[in-house]
């Protein structure tokens, strides 16, 4: 559904995609995930239109997003970092203004907002002024105005940054919901434990290139089951073994106290990419 040949993008002296290669298949749940800077905003802006490659291929839906962008456009729904809602329209008047910018019928533009409003849940808030919702509820209303012209792939940009903990799972659940209906998901976070739980795969990112892509469990796989905390020479260290008893046995030998737990996602990022997540 998305496929990604040597895509490059070079702004004057910065490369910020050196050669990205990938492919997502169609219904995946894909996370795209990298520390600040690495490449992932201008991947999505090459994928969904908003700026040119330097070089190589995006395609989606088998449409060349440079050579066919308007094709490859219907295709597809945006929901980007930052809130970009008409904050002095309702609920319902952005979704109209955007079915109407897609060049939806009326009757469909009706009907898909029914359906839409329940679907995320903001059914008794369709004539509240958007300035009025609070960041969960216009999370949601994003994902809704980006399914509303029938998207077969969606892009999430960190779709709930800034939110609390309680509301980060009720999106999550809906982004399970909108997978399970079929649609395809490329998704960037910086909560790793999101990507963790929603991704079917995932890529690390780091300067432009990609340094790893499998699913989550064989990346947390990789560096063993079992991790180990502990406090050295004035800094955190975390080792990690394939069984829980020489796990517990190195700990055992920290004077200091040490933490035994699970290898988690945020691990293999870390060992990836060589960053703390930021
Ligand atoms: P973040 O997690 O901070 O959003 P990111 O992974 O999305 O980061 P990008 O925004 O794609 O990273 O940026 C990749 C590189 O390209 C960075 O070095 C950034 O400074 C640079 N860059 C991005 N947009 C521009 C621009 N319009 N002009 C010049 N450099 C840019």
Do not use: C
Not at 41 to 56: A, E, K
């Amino acid at each position: 559904m998305i496929e990604i040949v040597d895509l490059k993008k070079n702004y004057k002296s910065v490369q910020a995609l050196k050669g990205i290669r990938l492919r997502v298949a169609s219904g995946e749940l894909f996370a795209y995930l990298g520390p600040n800077g690495a490449g992932k905003t201008t991947t999505i802006r090459i994928l969904t239109g908003l700026t040119r490659p330097s070089g190589g291929q995006a395609y989606i839906g088998g449409y060349d997003v440079a050579k066919e962008p308007m094709k490859a456009k219907r295709h597809q729904g945006l929901v980007p970092q930052h809130v970009n809602l008409d904050a002095e329209l309702t609920v319902e008047e952005n979704l109209v203004i955007h079915g109407r910018l897609h060049g939806m019928s009326r009757d469909d533009i009706r009907r898909r907002i029914e359906e839409l409003l329940d679907y995320v849940a903001l059914k008794e808030k369709r004539d509240s002024l958007v300035k009025r919702l609070s960041g969960g509820m216009k999370r949601r209303l994003m994902i809704a105005r980006a399914l509303l012209h029938h998207p077969v792939v969606l892009f999430l940009d960190e779709p709930t940054v800034g939110l609390d903990p309680a509301i980060r799972r009720r999106i999550w659940t809906l982004i399970k919901k909108i997978q399970q209906d079929g649609v395809t998901i490329f998704l960037t976070t910086h909560y790793i434990e999101e990507a963790e739980f929603l991704a079917d795969r995932v890529a690390f990112i780091d300067e432009g290139s990609i340094v790893a892509l499998d699913t989550p469990r064989h990346l947390m796989e990789s560096l063993g089951q079992w991790a180990i905390d502990s406090y050295r020479d004035n800094a955190m260290v975390t080792q990690y073994f394939a069984d829980r008893e020489s796990a517990r046995r190195y700990g055992e030998e920290h004077k200091n106290g040490y933490t035994l737990r699970r290898v988690n996602l945020e691990d293999a990022f870390l060992a990836y990419t060589g960053k703390k997540v930021s």
